[in-house]
C-alpha cells in the first residue's frame, strides 16, 4: 500500500552487469513530437527492486512486456529474483491447476522477459518507460532522474511509484516534465486490482493517455488523479487512521471495538489499527510528518503521539512483531 523500497545507493554502482536475460535488448525507437508518447510501451524499466519494485517487474513481465529489474548489487537482484520465481509459482500454481507443464513453461517464460541489471542509467537507454521504487527521499529520486534524463532517449517517460511525496518536485531535476507522471501500485503488486496514474500540470496528454493504456495492459483498473498529497487512496486513508489513533488516545474506545466496528459496521477487510500494524507504524509515521511539514495548517495531517511513542519503542507493527498488536509467537 505505501511502498518503500532500498535503492538510495544505486548510483554507487556504475558497470553494466546483467545476471540473467533471454535475448537482447533492442535499441531506443526513435520518435518525436506528439507521436512520442503514443508509442506503445513495450520495453520498461523498474528501478528498486523491493516488494514493490519485484512485484510491478513481475506483473509487466507476465503481461508481456520487455523488463529491466535494477537494485545496488547482485546480491539484492538474487533475492528478488526468487522472489519473482515463487510469486510466479503460486500465480502459475492456481491458474494451471489442471496442467502443471504449462505452469512450468509460464514461469519460465515470465522469468525469461526479465533481465537484472545494477546499471540504472545504461538500463533506461534502450526502454519506453521507467517505473522508479527506490527509497522515499526526494533527493535521492531527484539525483535518479537527473542522472537518467541525461541518458535516456526523448522518447522515454518517466515515472515514480511514490505514495505520498509530490511527483512535480521529483519531476523537477528533469528536461521531461511533459514526459513525467506517477504511477502509484498498491501492495501485494500481483494482487492488488488497481492503479492510479498521476499526471502534474505539465504532463503532456500523449504521455497520459499512454501511461493509462499501460496501466491497462497491466491488468489493472486505473483512476487519475491530479499531483495532490496521497493521491486519491492515501489522502483519504491516512488522515482516516490518523484519526482513529486519535479516537484511541482520548480513551473513547479500544483499538479492538474500533477494528471491529469499521470491519462490521463499515465493511472494511481490516480495521485500521490492523491496517496500520500491517503497512507499518514507521510508514504512517513518515508520511504523516512530511505531509504536516508541507501542510501544517492542515489538521489532517497533525502526526499522532501514539504512533511516534511505538515506533520510537520499535514497535512498527507486523513486521517488528509488535505494534498497536503482538505478533510474537508464544
Not at 224 to 250: H, M, Q, W
Request: aromatic share 6%.
Amino acid at each position: 500500500m505505501f511502498p518503500l523500497t532500498r535503492c538510495s545507493r544505486w548510483l554507487l554502482s556504475r558497470q553494466p552487469q546483467v545476471i540473467s536475460a533471454a535475448g537482447s535488448v533492442r535499441g531506443p525507437r526513435k520518435l518525436s513530437g506528439s507521436a512520442v508518447a503514443m508509442a506503445p510501451i513495450e520495453r520498461v524499466t523498474v528501478i528498486g527492486s523491493g516488494l514493490m519494485g519485484s512485484g510491478i517487474a513481475q506483473v509487466a513481465a507476465q503481461t508481456g512486456h520487455g523488463v529491466q529489474l535494477v537494485d545496488v548489487s547482485q546480491d539484492v537482484l538474487s533475492v528478488a529474483s526468487k522472489r519473482i520465481e515463487s510469486s510466479l509459482a503460486r500465480v502459475a500454481k492456481k491458474k494451471f491447476a489442471e496442467d502443471p507443464q504449462a505452469g512450468v513453461d509460464f514461469v519460465k517464460t515470465t522469468l525469461g522477459r526479465i533481465q537484472f541489471t545494477v546499471d540504472a542509467v545504461e538500463a533506461a537507454k534502450s526502454c519506453d518507460l521507467v517505473i522508479e521504487a527506490i527509497v522515499e527521499n526526494v533527493g535521492v529520486k531527484q539525483k535518479l532522474f537527473s542522472e537518467l534524463d541525461k541518458a535516456a532517449p526523448s522518447s522515454t517517460i518517466f515515472t515514480s511509484n511514490t505514495s505520498s511525496l509530490s511527483i512535480t518536485e521529483i519531476a523537477s531535476s528533469t528536461d521531461r516534465r511533459d514526459r513525467f507522471g506517477g504511477l502509484h501500485f498498491f501492495n501485494p503488486v500481483p494482487v492488488m486490482k488497481l492503479l492510479e496514474v498521476i499526471r502534474i500540470d505539465e504532463t503532456s496528454d500523449a504521455t497520459f493517455d499512454a501511461l493509462m493504456k499501460f496501466g491497462k495492459a497491466m491488468k489493472k483498473t486505473t483512476v487519475s488523479c491530479k499531483d495532490t498529497p496521497g493521491f486519491i487512496v492515501n489522502r483519504l486513508l491516512v488522515p482516516y487512521l490518523a484519526e482513529a489513533v486519535r479516537l484511541l488516545e482520548r480513551g473513547e474506545a479500544s483499538a479492538q471495538d474500533i477494528d471491529t466496528a469499521m470491519k462490521l459496521g463499515a465493511g472494511h477487510p481490516m480495521g485500521p489499527f490492523e491496517l496500520l500494524d500491517y503497512v507499518g507504524l514507521d510508514t504512517t509515521k513518515f508520511i504523516l510528518e512530511g505531509w504536516s511539514e508541507r501542510f501544517p495548517d492542515n489538521p489532517l495531517f497533525k502526526p499522532t503521539e501514539h504512533v511516534n511513542q511505538l515506533v520510537e519503542a520499535g514497535k512498527i507493527g507486523m513486521k517488528s512483531g509488535e505494534g498497536f498488536y503482538s505478533y510474537k509467537k508464544s
